[in-house]
């Protein structure tokens, strides 16, 4: 009779017992069947956006622009204080857009200047130089970072601007033009072009007015010349060719 009732007093205690843990097993399994995979999803979004962020680029956006330009070019330091400018300084670039904010270029530029030295120097010793002629030619490969503009006035957004970097290379020619028996005088140096610009448009995507300032460190052949130095104390001429460029072009731009 004792070990009746004790039966019947553990049996449903083990029941519920084991009911309890199998609840809570049910619960640990439905709590790991996650609906969805974090990172399909992340992927997915991702993919949208850009898929999205294309599709406006190739409605609103540039792939090319060529561009005709006209500037001048001027130096500072003792080439500054030698040259005389003959502007104006002209230019050909064509550009590739591969989004909304980034554009690689290449392009050439020239420009012309000269000066005049009516006094013997350590280079030309008795007859003196006179005048120079000199040509400069640069080809250049470039970078151009457009800024978003989004959240800025419209007058800002519409003038479109950017900074520049420039791989360049300048090849230059002295022309000595009253001593026609001299050999011209030419070489090239690499330099490097920094800056900004603004593209203005006239109709959106098709056609633009764009200023570009530069900065340019250029080693020239002649840079560390001695030709020019002066004889004397007090004489006329230049101890060396040093200095920066800066340049500024203005630019009718076609894009398509």
Known sequence: MRKSLLILFILPTLCFGQGGINDGFSIEEDDLQIGGDIFTDFNEDVEESQVLEDERFFRYGRFFSFAISLGITTFDGNRGTAYENDPPSYGLQVYYFSDFFNSFGMGFEFSK???????????????????????????????????????????????????????????LTNKFIDQSLLADDSGGGLGFGLGFGLEFPIKLKESYIGTEFLFHSVNFHDKFTQNYRPLSEGGFGFDDLTGNVYSLMVSYVISW
């Open 113 to 171: 200047h000269h000066f005049f030295i009516d006094q013997a120097t350590t280079g030309f010793d008795p007859n003196p130089p006179g005048l120079i002629d000199v040509n400069i030619l640069r080809v250049f490969f470039a970078y151009r970072f457009y800024i978003d503009t989004a959240n800025l006035g419209t007058a800002i957004t519409y003038s479109n601007p950017y900074f520049i970097g420039r791989v360049e290379y300048w090849y």
